[in-house]
């Protein structure tokens, strides 16, 4: 299952940074929403990937919104 690294998520000059790990070779989906009450199917993937060794960091540069809710699932 994957899980926020510390800090999980911090903002940074470029917007949102989400830190995220799981066992190596798991793959991975990145969904965002601007309201966490919409069921899964209506939240737009930020990204896929597989993890590796190391912890994920992603960027999110949306930092015109004022609410942004993230889900990490495993494919």
């Known amino acids: 299952t994957p899980s926020f690294v510390s800090p999980g998520i ?5 917007g949102w940074l989400l830190h995220f790990s799981a066992q190596a070779g798991q793959t991975y989906r990145v969904l965002v ?3 966490v009450t919409l069921p899964m199917n209506q ?3 930020l990204t896929n990937g597989t ?3 190391n912890p994920v960091t992603l960027s999110d540069s949306a930092t015109n919104l004022r ?3 993230y ?3 495993s494919q």
């Open 10 to 14: 911090a903002s940074g000059a470029d």
């Open 33 to 35: 929403a601007d309201d």
């Open 43 to 45: 939240w737009a993937v």
């Open 51 to 53: 993890f590796g060794t």
């Open 67 to 69: 609410l942004r809710f």
């Open 71 to 73: 889900r990490i699932v």
